[in-house]
């Protein structure tokens, strides 16, 4: 498996952190922006959902609350996007979407045991599909590393 041999990877960076201090936020929200976001573009809407929500930062005449840090992830530094393909792009190559909030049903059970071959995400990629899958496959590491050291600095209380 290359990505095991690939070692440790650094977490991502925080582009915004509004709110609650470290170490005193009893709920944390991660933002991970989207493709078409600036990094920090939405700080100033977060620090609106902390103070107007009266889960901030205590602030004077702000109802009282649990206390909320609010953080957006970065993109890593080497890229503008978190994959660069458009969804129209992965479906041609075969991605396929599943609506899952309802839960897996007894049907889908079924239908996976009977040919579970099928029950992937991607069908028989190529060089460029396998590229790109490495590319988030590295953003998804560094994202869970930056996570972890997020959860660590929660108090036991705290939600993530």
Same mark, same amino acid.
């Given at each position: ?99 899952? !909030? ?49 959860? !660590? ?8």
């Amino acid at each position: 498996d290359p990505l095991r041999a690939m070692g440790e990877v650094d977490p991502l960076s925080i582009s915004a952190d509004v709110g609650a201090a470290q170490g005193e936020e009893e709920l944390l929200l991660v933002w991970l922006p989207g493709n078409s976001e600036t990094p920090g573009s939405s700080r100033d809407l977060l620090a609106a959902l902390c103070a107007e929500a009266g889960i901030g930062t205590g602030c004077e005449g702000c109802p009282e609350g649990p206390r909320l840090r609010a953080v957006e992830v970065a993109l890593p530094e080497e890229q503008s996007h978190w994959h660069r393909w458009t969804d129209e792009q992965a479906v041609s190559y075969g991605a396929q979407w599943f609506e899952m !909030a309802g839960g897996v049903t007894q049907e889908d059970e079924e239908k996976a045991a009977k040919d579970p071959a099928k029950n992937i995400s991607f069908t028989k990629p190529n060089l460029e599909v396998l590229q790109g899958l490495e590319g988030l496959e590295v953003s998804c590491r560094r994202l869970l590393r930056l996570l972890e050291e997020l959860v !660590a600095g929660l108090r036991p209380s705290a939600r993530l």
